[in-house]
């Protein structure tokens, strides 16, 4: 079954635009922006892949509502390969929410973090300064990745940097840890036979989860705002 303990899932910042866009009964717009597990690598077809399951999710939790999911994921790319598209891939559709999914090739290929934390932290100030709501997404733990010496690393990495930017993280890499080490769950039920990249299922749960928190995180600014407007 898909599932994941809620302290894994949760997104520790409200996101504010896209309460705001809730609320109002207007179009949500979101940008899923990274490299092949964005993309969908793995994926039986583009249907598949995370950004589309999220878009099927999110349209079934506000039906009222157009939700536009765009996947600007490009197969192999690292951080600063992303932040030089983030005018065409971007900006362009100024987006309610970005999702940002990073780590994953500068890890698998021994890259220095601090390449890593300079191209990140640059991309964080131009999306914050765009006005977009923004949600880090942190590599997969998968066979692949997991073996490499910099992985934690760049865990930390990512998670410390969400944390003194007040950006949002989705946990994807303690998610499927969870999955394999808790739950005991196969590495075959969740990754593709390459070892790397993920499947429909583990595509599918991603999206469930993620959508969810972005429900719960949503909803929780909307909650915070009203209280506020009635003091």
Same mark, same amino acid.
């Given at each position: 079954?898909?599932?994941?303990?809620?302290? /894994?899932?949760?997104?520790?910042?409200?996101? $504010?635009?896209?309460?705001?866009? =809730?609320?109002?009964?207007?179009?949500? #717009? =979101?940008? %899923?922006?990274?490299?092949?597990?964005?993309?969908?690598? @793995?994926?039986?077809?583009?249907?598949?892949?995370?950004?589309?399951?999220?878009?099927?999710?999110?349209?079934?939790?506000?039906?009222?509502?157009?939700? #536009?999911?765009?996947?600007?994921?490009?197969?192999? *790319?690292?951080?600063?390969?992303?932040?030089?598209?983030?005018? !065409?891939?971007?900006?362009?559709?100024?987006?309610?929410?970005?999702?940002?999914?990073?780590?994953?090739?500068?890890?698998?290929?021994?890259?220095?973090?601090?390449?890593?934390?300079?191209?990140? !932290?640059?991309?964080?100030?131009?999306?914050?300064?765009? @006005?977009?709501?923004?949600?880090l997404i942190n590599p997969q733990y998968a066979p692949k990745v997991i073996t490499k010496h910099d992985v934690d690393g760049?865990?930390?990495?990512?998670? /410390?940097?969400? $944390?003194?930017?007040?950006?949002?993280?989705? *946990? !994807?890499?303690?998610?499927?840890?969870?999955?394999?080490?808790?739950?005991?769950?196969?590495?075959?039920?969740?990754?593709?036979?390459?070892?790397?990249?993920?499947?429909?299922?583990?595509?599918?749960? =991603? %999206? $469930?989860?993620?959508?969810?928190? =972005?429900?719960?995180?949503?909803?929780?600014? #909307?909650?915070? %705002? #009203?209280?506020?407007? !009635?003091?």
């Amino acid at each position: 079954s898909c599932s994941a303990p809620a302290d /894994l899932v949760r997104l520790v910042n409200p996101l $504010k635009r896209v309460a705001q866009r =809730i609320a109002a009964g207007q179009s949500l #717009t =979101i940008v %899923a922006i990274g490299s092949s597990s964005t993309a969908g690598a @793995g994926a039986s077809s583009p249907a598949m892949n995370y950004p589309s399951r999220l878009a099927v999710e999110l349209q079934a939790m506000y039906p009222s509502l157009a939700v #536009t999911v765009f996947n600007r994921g490009v197969n192999g *790319e690292e951080s600063h390969d992303m932040l030089a598209r983030f005018d !065409r891939d971007v900006f362009a559709q100024n987006p309610d929410l970005v999702l940002w999914q990073v780590g994953s090739n500068s890890v698998l290929r021994d890259r220095p973090l601090r390449e890593a934390n300079t191209s990140l !932290r640059d991309g964080l100030k131009r999306l914050r300064e765009a @006005g977009s709501d923004v949600v880090l997404i942190n590599p997969q733990y998968a066979p692949k990745v997991i073996t490499k010496h910099d992985v934690d690393g760049m865990v930390d990495l990512i998670h /410390l940097t969400a $944390k003194e930017t007040n950006v949002d993280l989705f *946990e !994807r890499f303690a998610v499927m840890r969870y999955w394999r080490l808790t739950e005991d769950i196969p590495f075959s039920t969740f990754i593709s036979p390459d070892e790397l990249h993920m499947n429909d299922w583990s595509y599918g749960c =991603i %999206a $469930k989860l993620l959508a969810g928190a =972005i429900h719960e995180a949503a909803g929780r600014s #909307t909650v915070t %705002a #009203t209280v506020r407007g !009635r003091q």
